[in-house]
């Protein structure tokens, strides 16, 4: 079954501390995609990937880093850097050339500073 | 940049229609998506719209227009488990964009 895992599903970290959020897709896409969700708010994009050891920065990159190492994997860390870390996390993937508007997304990490 | 604006909120009885509407401001436009996410869960696809007009997807439709920025999500027959978040999203050429989100309360 193709798709996009993320791991954890929840994650408690105690302030200063870095983590990092795994996602794997065998979907064979070229495109990935790090959003950051808060409650009652839309998607944000933090980092996004076109290609191999590429990457460039979303809207909200400040305190967060990706690398993209293998076209399979786009790992997030979510520095101690980052004001407000709490927030449910979301990787996503799509068909660079493909229709457009579609992105398949993992089932999210919840991050919780404590 | 980019901007989108859609209701936070829109209530409905089972059986019946809706429409969540999306205006936007943005660069780059190539076409406008719709998501659906149940609370806590992923957002999933529900819709695409590249071109100006309507696209009907089973129960769901989704219709843009270019020259007035706006789009809407049309859902028909409302059931229980249509409750949720609906997101609109402009595609630029890299990069999806999301709105805030519409929550759609169906009651029975």
């Known amino acids: 079954d193709g798709g996009i895992t993320q791991s954890p599903k929840y994650l408690f970290r105690k302030e200063g501390q870095n983590v990092t959020l795994s996602c794997e897709q065998n979907?064979?896409?070229?495109?990935m995609y790090w959003y950051r969700q808060d409650p009652g708010q839309g998607l944000r994009l933090i980092y996004y990937?076109?290609?191999?050891?590429?990457?460039q920065k979303g809207d909200i990159a400040e305190g967060y880093s990706v690398s993209r190492e293998k076209k399979e994997s786009f790992p997030l860390t979510v520095t101690s850097a980052q004001k407000n870390p709490t927030a449910f996390y979301l990787c996503?993937?799509?068909?660079?050339?493909?229709?457009?508007?579609?992105?398949?997304f993992g089932e999210g990490s919840r991050l919780t500073v404590l | 940049g980019q901007s989108l604006e859609q209701p936070s909120e829109v209530t409905a009885v089972e059986g019946a229609i809706v429409q969540i509407n999306c205006t936007y401001q943005?660069?780059?436009?190539?076409?406008l998506s719709w998501y659906q996410q149940h609370d806590g869960g992923a957002p999933t696809f529900l819709s695409y719209?590249?071109?100006?007009g309507l696209e009907e997807t089973g129960r769901f439709s989704s219709f843009l227009s270019r020259s007035d920025s706006y789009g809407y999500l049309l859902l028909q027959e409302l059931q229980m488990k249509d409750s949720a978040s609906y997101f609109c999203?402009?595609?630029?050429?890299?990069?999806?964009?999301f709105g805030k989100g519409t929550m759609l309360l169906v009651s029975p």
């Open positions: 979907l064979n896409h070229d495109a």
């Open positions: 996503a993937s799509r068909e660079t050339g493909g229709r457009t508007g579609e992105l398949f």
């Open positions: 999203a402009v595609s630029g050429y890299s990069t999806l964009t």
């Open positions: 719209n590249g071109l100006d």
């Open positions: 943005t660069s780059g436009f190539y076409g």
């Open positions: 990937s076109q290609i191999v050891n590429d990457f």
